[in-house]
């Protein structure tokens, strides 16, 4: 082990809480960063997640939250590395994404081993010294001891914002999301034959506005029976005069954004799904988010546009932003997300 | 027969060609207009639609468009009462309800009748004199040979705009269409798990832009996969400063709109389909499109707000607008929608 | 009230308690019923389906479980005629359609008032002296205080069953339940692209012994995303050879069976649903359920068939013929079965 | 390239016609296959999979049907290696996975080429010289020019039928079929809030009786709104004694069965699709059916039990081994299905 930790001596060591959705595509997300180290993953129970994790190998040492429950993974076989307790000596960052709520308690667990953390969209607020997106507001995360990612929904939507504000600035905007209800294989919710609305704004709104104080944003959602990725709708107040040629670029230009064409087939969210699947992405994921290129008009002066949000994957890259962040690994917001869009093959379209 | 003749004598005499979906709610509009009178309805085959009517004591009689399929009717012990030709000769407006394109070759038969005719959405615009809404341009059917209706979605959501342009005026709109992709029941079209989209503009923006010139409006599409109502997500510019409470205010006045709460209970499409159902209204038919109350936020000056689209009745009262415009009955609109409104029982919110 | 009376002096005084799904049906039935009185209905707020039943003129009285919500209803406008308490003075029997273990609270109360109540599927077997379907075992219903009524799938299941069994006799009975997992308008349930497995047996099997204890029964239930009705596919053994013809025979005779055709357009769940909407059928209800003619097939000496269950009414006739059975309105079944037949307007297709 | 044919000297030359959802999936499987060569690939289009394709790195040659589109291919980029006729002097066995119908034109290329092929259950029987599964009729796929494999869910059952059958006999079965009604992604068909009906018996029953005529088979399908999956409920009568506890271990000594339980969280079709994505299986595929260990239970003598179908990847391995049978590479079925089961790495659960 001593040779190992050599090599990692340098590296930041990152453990994930939660091994479910978002859980098993942090872990790989950062196992696939060379300037980390992926120490463990901590999980309750022998979940389907977690013989999974067993039956491709164990690529990830596993750790238990509640150690008397280690026989249990012992009649199947699963072998286990120690306890939460234990893993958490051995980091530097905890990625919690265990179920909304259960951050909080865990952010106690986080000061007494004197270890960061950055929780998922669903902790409130309060839980963290930052609300934090890896494009927007890297530097509010700098040094931080307790980050907040923007959930779904919002990471994606302030990757395209931030990419417009950037060239143009922007006044306002006004969204519709249509948000895909349940994960693929979630029985625990579901809608059918059903578009149920929420109250405006969504809190997508709001939370944009706590990272980009300086854009007026408000928005509708409306959930609906679908499980392969959400879809927003955007009208945008640019500062400057702007055309659709001139999003498309800025988009092009993203790592994070993929630009598509209906005439090419990608028609629906699941066909970008399929896509991935496709590609031989691991779980079908994508990282990216993508802008149709044929739903971007004008109403006046202000844009509309269309983005798919891939939920299972798409704050992955923006978590490991933040580990950058709160670590001071690298100090300027360009250098932090070009690491990690390089460990995680993610190029400009050109 | 001469009675009934006479008490008829100045009724517009109505027919509906096409049995579906449409043309049954047609039909039932139709016979609740007092100074109507719906002589018959045509279909082409026993369908379900038609073996209902039978099975509910032929409330409207039934002519065929060949005759040589009127042994297949008898079989079935379903009476028929001529042929379309023989209908046409008795009428004075058809309301064509027919498949996309067939209406087209109707036309031919309307002229060699002399009668007049409706056409619904899915015909293309050349077919008719006039694109016609009874509350936005009623004036522009007038006397008119062929009208065409507007599309459920552009009806309903032209109601909504027409009654804030006439209060505060409204210079642009950008919609985002929440689409139910088939009817309860359709077995022809359909989508699982998969959001659709289509390119910006939408027909229903480039629709109301011809209806309503002096409104620039453009807007996306999703079709979902649910059958109890679009949902229309509406950014407007108005003229003039307009809050929310005015627009509720309106919507409240105007009989073809419902405001209702999510905080009730209303928080989806099919929640309004389900109190329809509960109110006893044939079908579970809604004529109302409704505005959710919490939905509406403010952009700016420009108001964000949600309305719900029943596709297969909303276009009903404009259908019969319509046949009171081209028939000349009443050369007011207020007084055509009025009338239209008190026989379908249509009344504003107080 | 006096004169109101004497009119419905022997008539049987019956309430519906919790006016939701299956409350609003029962109301409707007991209603049609020319031998029974229904007296009200008790809700606890002032939910949709009361809204709806004010806004259609309060066809039924209400009454509150809690008298100190009644300003909620005054505010409202909702007109209420007393307490949950007070009506039970006035009735004979309670049909309680209350959501699931809420009925063994209300027992309390039927016992302090002295009168008997008919309880759903929902409840455990324990609440009630029998377990009971108005074909299959009428008698065990006769003068007992407390009946328990099989659930939706249950009572159709044993109709069809049970009209074999008088035929030919069963032996054994196979089934595969394709369960419709909420319906339509609910958002407190549902599942999205995913069909979930139950384990075997399921109770449906289980309680159909209970009912019919001379046929062994087994079956799997798989509950899949669509409201408007379960479908169930029957493998039974009967005791005499049997054929296709004859099933279809015993299914026309009986008035709460339809048979009908894929050819004829029945070729679905909602496909009969469309159709009892444009029957004009209140809330697009259907008290029978059918059986597909091209759905039958023999595997040896057993036969395969497959029925649809409307879940939402299906219930109503055989609650209505507990009422007969616990007030011994009727000794002998086919007497009491033929009359809420009758006033249900059911009868036997020939 | 002499290098590589030598090293390809001994192994059968394979091309996949038509790259789509099954293509693509056969093209991974062959090149998974040490005796195999999979010398290209061939379609018509740079449809999304083909785009996939080249996006991850031209994996596999690309053939054209149609050299005058070559063009098309050249503006993306995207190498190709020939044409079709081309491809075709270079092959021993064509797996032939386009749309229904295609396959018979393409047969009189195959024929005019002098090679094998295989066609997938969309064709005709008539198109085949044997209709054909690895396991259930190995022999009749000897030396044959032209077969045809069962469809997906007739290779799922068949699989676990004939593991019975080897084991006790099987007299008859009589199986519902609960259909996801299109694949991930597909907008061409679909249902929305439908189970649809068809006849009885399905063709799944017919062919199963096809290609094991001493079985007696009839069955009722329904179409479902998902897409992860077929479950098929099977009633079967053995011809011996036989127990839930022999069933279970049958299926876990079959390499193509995967036993699992409800209380591990497989609950669902999809629940297994999320498995296997985590699994990190391409695509989230598998090529097992899998048996639900809860879902079985005795009807008198008869057993009812659950298979699910992943209809994607369930046919690849019986392809495979047909590839075998028309080379006669090996004689005998256990090795043939063996060597595919080796190379997909499909081992009994211990």
């Given at each position: 082990m001593s040779n190992v930790w050599e090599t990692n001596m340098n590296k930041t060591r990152v453990c994930v809480v939660g091994y479910g959705v978002i859980g098993q595509r942090l872990a790989d997300g950062v196992a696939l960063?060379?300037?980390?180290?992926?120490v463990g993953v901590v999980d309750v129970a022998p979940t389907l997640a977690v013989r999974a994790l067993h039956e491709s190998g164990m690529p990830y040492k596993l750790f238990l939250?509640?150690?008397?429950?280690?026989p249990e993974f012992g009649e199947l076989g699963i072998p286990t590395s120690g306890t939460f307790d234990e893993l958490l000596e051995e980091i530097d960052v905890a990625l919690d994404a265990t179920p909304g709520g259960i951050g909080a308690k865990n952010k106690e667990l986080y000061i007494a081993h004197g270890v960061k953390a950055i929780f998922q969209g669903?902790?409130?607020?309060?839980?963290?010294d930052a609300f934090f997106h890896g494009y927007a507001n890297y530097e509010k995360g700098l040094g931080q001891d307790f980050l907040k990612l923007t959930s779904c929904n919002t990471t994606g939507l302030i990757r395209v914002v931030d990419a417009i504000d950037r060239e143009v600035g922007v006044e306002k905007v006004a969204i519709t999301i249509i948000r895909r209800?349940?994960?693929?294989?979630?029985?625990h919710r579901g809608l059918v034959d059903l578009l149920k609305v929420e109250p405006v704004p969504n809190h997508q709104a709001v939370d944009l506005m706590t990272i980009m104080p300086h854009v007026d944003a408000t928005g509708f959602l409306v959930h609906t029976p679908v499980t392969h990725g959400h879809i927003i709708s955007i009208v945008a107040t640019p500062k400057k005069p702007f055309k659709k040629d001139t999003l498309i670029e800025i988009c092009r230009a993203h790592p994070r954004i993929r630009v598509v064409r209906i005439a090419d087939g990608f028609n629906s969210n699941t066909a970008l799904f399929r896509y991935a699947r496709n590609l031989g992405n691991k779980r079908g994921d994508m990282y990216e988010i993508a802008l149709w290129e044929e739903c971007i008009g004008m109403s006046g002066d202000d844009i509309l546009f269309a983005i798919n949000i891939p939920?299972?994957?798409?704050?992955i890259p923006e978590t490991i932003d933040g580990v950058r962040a709160c670590m001071e690994m690298q100090t300027d917001w360009l250098d932090a997300v070009g690491l990690t869009n390089q460990y995680l093959s993610l190029r400009a379209n050109t």
């Open positions: 960063q060379e300037d980390m180290e992926l939250v509640d150690p008397e429950r280690k669903g902790e409130k607020n309060e839980i963290a209800v349940a994960d693929p294989g979630d029985t939920q299972e994957a798409v704050t």
